[in-house]
């Protein structure tokens, strides 16, 4: 497994996103149980104390001495494990500590407590003393509202000459949450292995159909485009896999057309130039028997070597048109005159063909580019002229439509329904042999991109055994 690859890193970071919560939720757990904890200990203490309270003044009202209070302070605290203090009421004095490590300090008591707690007899304050003082490790717990040692925590009692105080070790409820350890380490090593599971199994559902992208983006690099990925989500990937495949089609029909573009350019270059190439061959040895064979071959050169510079024109337009480098020059075009005149330079190519023109020209005013326009119509009616039959009508009508004006060209034509689709395709001239026709192939898609420069829409129909190109153009 590649420790660099997108399964691994997502797998990695779906396993340190649980861990992450599950260290959250423990810390914020612990926070929330030490508190409980202390609430715990204190009120421990507190059900404690009316018994070493009431053990405590038994003893005072028989005056029992210091030495049987003290004892009475270890027996407490190894009875109700707790910690107890016997101090002097007048100056808080500790007497006896069950820890035996405040004997003889004088503990610090705020003027006010900082905690009021109600015991099942009698109210119950808490406190901290203060930072650096004797006991400031403690929190004290100790019965009674009078005043004490200068402060109004405690009542004097009747000639009580000592009191108690219950000591919570700070330590003790710190070290309270390490008892929840074995806890959420039981948590963790269940959790943590099945994130891992569920990380691999969502990584995969990830990163799956990538691989397959990756791998069709390969053979597309080779050189196959077949390549179509199906991928049975509607997600993001989904669409990704989609698109791809997609993308994988148009490129593949791109690189089918420049394979016959490559074709058909060579296929028409190639007769004109060897008609050159042998005529030129024929002038250089003198094979001419006479001026006038040397004009006639002189001609075709001429001829053969124009239909190639019109050929490489066709290209070179086609292509900046494609290219979006193609601009228009926008002007007021009367789309009438414009017709007449496109109608009238291919007059003599249509009566050498016998073909009737029927016009039905309308007054429109467009604004567009009127040489750019007027060579998508030429290319049009010349498209009729190759492959109309001998003697048929062409029709040609303008008309305004809508917000903007129709242009229709109409011819007598045995296509079939199925090639309609393919007319706008580069150098696509179906069956030539049939229809007796010559052409570069590039005229219709020519016209159609000039339309669309204009932000008009080029269409093809068939009815009735003709079929009809449409032209709608916008009026700006």
Do not use: C
């Amino acid at each position: 497994m590649n420790i660099f690859s997108l399964w691994s890193k997502l797998t990695g970071a779906f396993v340190l996103i649980v861990f992450v919560a599950l260290v959250l939720a423990a810390s914020v757990f612990v926070i929330v149980r030490r508190g409980e904890q202390e609430e715990q200990e204190l009120d421990h203490v507190i059900a404690a104390s009316p018994a070493i309270y009431g053990g405590l003044s038994i003893l005072q009202e028989r005056n029992a001495g210091l030495d049987v209070l003290v004892e009475f302070v270890h027996v407490a605290a190894d009875s109700f494990d707790v910690r107890v203090l016997l101090v002097t009421r007048d100056a808080g004095i500790v007497e006896a500590d069950s820890a035996g490590s405040l004997v003889g300090e004088q503990l610090q008591v705020p003027e006010e407590v900082n905690v009021a707690r109600e015991g099942r007899i009698r109210p119950y304050v808490s406190w901290e003393p203060p930072s650096g003082s004797p006991g400031s490790d403690l929190i004290l717990v100790a019965a009674g509202s009078g005043r004490f040692a200068g402060s109004p925590a405690f009542e004097p009692a009747r000639g009580e000459r000592h009191t108690l105080l219950l000591a919570v070790p700070e330590s003790t409820i710190a070290r309270a949450w390490r008892g929840l350890l074995p806890a959420l380490l039981l948590a963790a090593a269940i959790a943590v292995p099945v994130a891992v599971v569920l990380a691999t199994v969502v990584a995969r559902y990830i990163t799956h159909p990538l691989q397959q992208l990756t791998v069709a983006s390969q053979r597309m690099a080779e050189g196959d485009f077949d390549v179509a990925v199906s991928i049975d989500r509607r997600d993001e990937v989904g669409r990704l896999a989609q698109t791809f495949s997609g993308m994988a089609e148009r490129v593949g029909e791109a690189h089918g057309q420049m394979r016959a573009l490559v074709a058909n350019v060579s296929h028409d270059l190639k007769t004109p130039l060897t008609s050159i190439l042998g005529f030129a061959q024929a002038l250089r040895d003198r094979g001419a028997p006479n001026d006038d064979e040397a004009r006639r071959m002189g001609a075709v050169i001429h001829d053969e070597a124009a239909r190639m510079t019109a050929r490489l024109n066709d290209l070179l337009y086609l292509s900046e048109l494609e290219s979006g480098q193609a601009l228009l020059q926008r002007d007021e075009v009367d789309l009438r005159r414009l017709v007449e005149g496109a109608i009238g330079r291919l007059r003599p190519a249509l009566d050498e063909r016998k073909l009737r023109l029927e016009t039905e020209l309308a007054e429109v005013t467009v604004s567009a580019d009127g040489p750019k326009l007027e060579r998508a119509v030429e290319n049009l009616l010349d498209n009729a002229r190759k492959y109309a039959p001998e003697g048929s009508a062409v029709r040609v009508r303008l008309a305004a439509g809508g917000d903007g004006a129709v242009i229709e060209i109409a011819n007598q034509s045995a296509l079939a329904a199925g090639e309609l689709p393919r007319l706008f395709e580069r150098f696509y001239r179906g069956d030539r042999t049939r229809r007796g026709a010559t052409g570069s192939g590039l005229g219709l898609p020519i016209a159609r991109d000039l339309v669309e420069l204009h932000g008009g829409e080029l269409t093809a129909s068939l009815a009735g055994g003709e079929i009809v190109f449409s032209v709608s153009l916008p009026r700006a």
